[in-house]
């Protein structure tokens, strides 16, 4: 017996014309943009939910739209942002027998913005426990909205994805059997992404500025003020611009609520959702057993660099900016989280209390690794603070991130790597 209303049917119908016979290549080709950069995103097959979560226009739904197109089949579209649709999404059993009686038993479904389902994790895991032939694919912009509701619900049940604004590496490399770009280019597409960011409506895009205006009013307006009931939105937007003034400095909350005319509990709960968005990472101090080190204050930094820039810093040139140093960190920090996967590794800083500082240790499984970013030429020498770091630990591998690549050296069993900021993505697996 169906449960899907006469108006449902309609809505599913108009955003699947393939069902009454319409051309499924031009359907799909709708939701692809004329310029498409392939991703570093494999999906896996088997019986799992495939769920991508990560922030508003990274690429998710055409991430999806795009696979789908691949494999030159069609795929029954479920907009979860129609409240008809969210209505007839409550029961997982029902919801099955009225697609098998829509669609062929192994056709994918794609659940887009499946967090504004109330249950969307119990939803998820009842349709995967009954074990049809169809494959789901699912996407959610927030995770303050999706962790929350599919966190443990989903264990076991679905290969999660984090997608974020587009790498250096997906920008110059990833495309199949091209020939290597040269240096002057990957040269420009690196001030590309260290100004504009790697969103990909604003990678590609003719007015990076004005695209770049729109993300964050809508995420400040829409998403902050509409949908997450934030209190006082301009407060809001001050603690943005006091992460973005900051990059690279200790956040100092009580300083920032009296700048901001909020109490310190708030300005916890505004970094916390400006991370659980994706906007933001908090990056806590590596502590290594050492009495002299600092271990409560965290850092922030943008996962995306235009975002940054848009909020606080503008647009002018790199080399003739005077946040230069800020700018590069921030990019460096991106390229590396980007490159690694957060349950296995971990980014931090290290920072001593005589202030002695290294801008960002990795660890994978107990091996360390320090990073020290510099915006000009560091002349193939380290400084004190990274030798403090080195003496103390060990790492296996210490990089100095500067504009110029110099000789490998070796200081006790630590190798030391002078790399350009375009080799940073690359360079993780040297340790990891």
């Not at 192994?106 to 967090?115: A, M, R, Y």
């Not at 296995?344 to 209390?353: D, P």
């Not at 107990?366 to 630990?393: L, N, Q």
Request: proline share 5%; glycine share 8%; hydrophobic share 40%.
């Amino acid at each position: 017996m169906t449960t899907i209303s006469d108006f449902t049917l309609q809505v599913i119908t108009a955003d699947n014309p393939w069902l009454e016979g319409g051309d499924v290549q031009k359907w799909q080709a709708r939701f692809l943009p004329e310029c498409y950069i392939p991703r570093s995103v494999n999906f896996e097959s088997g019986r799992r939910v495939c769920l991508v979560v990560g922030p508003r226009q990274a690429g998710k739904s055409t991430l999806i739209w795009k696979t789908m197109a691949e494999s030159a089949r069609p795929c029954l579209y479920i907009n979860c942002e129609e409240p008809a649709v969210r209505q007839w999404l409550s029961s997982p059993a029902s919801f099955l027998v009225d697609i098998d009686g829509l669609v062929e038993k192994n056709t994918p479904v794609f659940f887009d913005e499946i967090q504004f389902l109330q249950e969307a994790g119990l939803f998820l895991k009842g349709i995967v426990d009954r074990r049809t032939d169809h494959s789901f694919y699912a996407t959610g912009s927030s995770a303050f909205d999706l962790e929350s509701r599919t966190g443990e619900s989903l264990a076991g049940r679905a290969h999660r994805h984090l997608l974020l604004p587009l790498s250096l590496e997906e920008v110059c490399f990833n495309i199949r059997g091209a020939p290597a770009l040269s240096r002057k280019k990957v040269a420009s597409r690196l001030e590309r992404l260290l100004l504009y960011g790697g969103y990909p409506p604003v990678y590609t895009s003719q007015n990076p500025e004005r695209e770049l205006i729109g993300l964050v009013e809508s995420f400040v307006i829409r998403d902050a003020s509409d949908r997450l009931k934030i209190r006082h939105p301009a407060a809001f937007r001050k603690i943005m611009e006091l992460c973005s003034s900051q990059i690279g400095s200790l956040c100092n909350f009580s300083e920032w609520a009296a700048i901001a005319g909020i109490s310190n509990d708030s300005v916890r709960e505004y970094a916390g959702i400006l991370e659980n968005t994706h906007i933001i990472r908090l990056i806590r101090p590596y502590v290594g057993g050492k009495r002299a080190e600092i271990t409560s204050a965290p850092k922030a930094y943008f996962l995306d660099n235009g975002i940054r820039n848009q909020i606080f810093g503008g647009f002018t040139s790199y080399s003739g900016r005077p946040d230069r140093g800020a700018v590069l960190e921030n990019f460096v920090f991106t390229e590396l989280y980007k490159a690694i996967n957060p349950l296995l590794n971990s980014i931090r800083f290290w920072r001593s209390k005589s202030g002695a500082e290294v801008d960002f240790v990795l660890e994978h499984r107990g091996i360390i690794s320090g990073w020290e970013v510099k915006a000009g030429d560091a002349m193939g020498k380290i400084t004190r603070s990274s030798r403090s770091f080195i003496d103390a630990y060990q790492p296996e591998c210490f990089f100095v991130v500067n504009k110029t690549e110099h000789t490998k050296q070796t200081i006790g069993k630590t190798r030391i790597f002078f790399i350009r900021p375009e080799q940073v993505g690359g360079s993780i697996s040297r340790c990891c």
